[in-house]
């Protein structure tokens, strides 16, 4: 055997798929793999703690170790395990979308606490902007999605200590965005128009075109109004690094 199959052997042998390689112990490679195993359910019920309470230990551990047997680690760092047990969950409960989504919610927060750092534009900076062309940038740890269910609701109570509500699927479509203000994560839920908003202006459109998009949208007298509103939400809540 040469070291290339003896390697991917021992990596199968480790994750369960095949008997211990030659020349290994078979109870050596047992305690090696229960370890290797163990490290990884670890690493997913530190990372989504309120996923956890929320689901209750037996059905988070049964969902996380079938994760951890599909999926092995692609990073020196385990800080970036657990990347895709979000998407898991949501197909895994998909008539539970308050699962995956509070999976996605812890993921998202503890990746937003160790994301790159970005001061806030100073307002005092944007009193000659032309906004008909402005783009805007935004900090480097916004991160949002759509969601169903009351998912922010959710996640505060298990925070706080208090009884969640019961989950409950949203009739209007929402969003949810999670971003970090200096050294404190932050998330927020926001309108389906709000979230269209921000997939315009963070692939480049200009601020004059999330306008004219609202206007086409909900006409021009409330897109102003709008348009303004989301505007100064985004500059108070630390969201925006440069108009341009």
Known sequence: M???DLQRSFVASL?????????????????YAHAYRSQLL??????????RQWIGEEAFDSAAKAYIALHRPRSWSLD???????SYLD????NDPDVGELAWLDWT?????????AMPVERASLTNVDWDDAVL?????????????????????????NSPPMAVIKDTPLALRVWRDGFSTRFASMSAIEATCLDLMTTGASFGEMC?????????????????????????????????
């Open 212 to 244: 004219s998009d609202l206007a086409a949208r909900l006409g021009e007298n409330d897109a102003a109004n709008t348009a303004g509103s989301l505007l100064g939400d985004w500059l108070r809540e630390g969201l925006i690094t440069a108009v341009g």
């Open 91 to 94: 197909d895994k409960w998909p």
């Open 15 to 31: 994750l369960g798929d095949a008997v211990p390689s030659a020349g290994a112990s078979a109870q050596g490679m047992s305690v």
């Open 80 to 86: 970036d395990y657990g990347e895709g047990f979000a």
């Open 109 to 117: 927060l503890r990746r937003a606490f160790s994301g790159a750092d």
């Open 42 to 51: 670890a690493c997913l019920r530190d990372t989504h703690a309120k996923t």
């Open 137 to 161: 940038t935004f900090v480097p740890t916004l991160r949002w999605r759509y969601v169903r269910s009351n998912v922010a609701a959710l996640w505060r109570a298990l925070d706080e200590d």
């Open 2 to 4: 040469n070291l290339r």
